[in-house]
């Protein structure tokens, strides 16, 4: 039995298929044997740029231009790439979202309607690796994993919700108290409470009213706010804790607002 691609004449090795060992595998990487047809044209001195599909969950297409500054070894640029080439050369814009800065070497161009095969340029967008991943995540409350709180039509994990400024526990004793049957506003808004049942109240004496001005204090200062990393992490432009906070600054990141967010800086 010969392979059931015409013009091929192996042996057939995957029978139930009727593909050979060369096109069955193609089959497996690409999806299709239209690049095997696409070579013998260029082999045969065709120039003008061909469009392909590369088989995936995400179908971009690519064109053949092996002189464009972003072809790849095998001569092909995706198309998205190459139209926002066009409009802006090598000096890409920041990223939309969080605003870092970006070059060929590490953006991703982002499709803005999910639709690899719309590329127009009103539907790409450069993004950073980070936000190009999370962008798409669903909220982190939808996760069977983790407790959602609802409260003024606001849904958020408890983690979510320590960082509100009218919240004065923490993540873990919000979670701690929804386990004990608690409702969201109780859970959120009630008092803290001793080992021995008592409301706690802080009578601890303070050299200064700043927290910022404490000794021990990891101080932040963003487009002249400061704040102590705490602060910041319960404040809602900040996506990570007060630890990762600290980390970053003895580590030397750039007091931004990229700080703040789960991007690198």
């Known amino acids: 039995m010969k392979c059931r691609v015409d013009g091929c004449g192996r042996d057939v090795r995957y029978k139930e298929q009727q593909w ?3 096109h069955y595998f193609r089959i497996r990487r690409n999806g299709t044997i239209e690049l095997m047809l696409e070579k013998k044209k260029r ?3 065709f120039t003008r740029a061909y ?4 088989a995936g969950p995400r179908p971009y297409q690519h064109l053949y231009e092996p002189t464009h500054p972003l072809a790849h070894k095998s001569g092909y640029v995706p198309e998205h790439r190459m139209v926002v080439w066009d409009r802006y050369g090598n000096d890409l814009p920041p990223c939309e979202i969080c605003g870092k800065e970006s070059s060929w070497a590490t953006s991703h161009i982002d499709h ?3 639709d690899p095969k719309n590329n127009k340029i009103d ?3 450069p993004l950073c690796p ?3 991943t999370w962008r798409d995540r669903p909220p982190e409350h939808t996760f069977k994993r983790n407790h959602s709180l609802t409260f003024e039509g606001k849904t958020d994990t408890a983690e979510g919700w320590s960082r509100d400024p009218r919240v004065h526990v ?5 979670v701690l108290r929804k386990m004990a049957g608690m409702s969201d506003f109780d859970a ?4 803290k409470i001793t080992h021995n049942g008592r409301v706690w109240v802080d009578r601890r004496p303070r050299k200064t009213s700043a927290k910022h001005e404490r000794k021990n204090a990891v101080n932040i200062n963003i487009d002249g706010e400061l704040k102590t990393s705490m602060e910041w992490s319960r404040d809602p432009r900040c996506n990570v804790s007060d630890a990762t906070l600290r980390a970053r600054v003895k580590q030397g990141w750039p007091q931004t607002l990229n700080i703040l967010k789960r991007v690198k800086p």
């Open 112 to 114: 803005k309607d999910n």
């Open 20 to 22: 050979c060992h060369k």
């Open 123 to 125: 539907n790409l967008r």
């Open 130 to 132: 980070g936000c190009n």
């Open 43 to 45: 082999e045969k001195g």
């Open 51 to 54: 469009r392909v599909t590369v």
């Open 170 to 174: 923490a993540g873990r004793t919000i």
């Open 188 to 191: 959120l808004f009630s008092p």
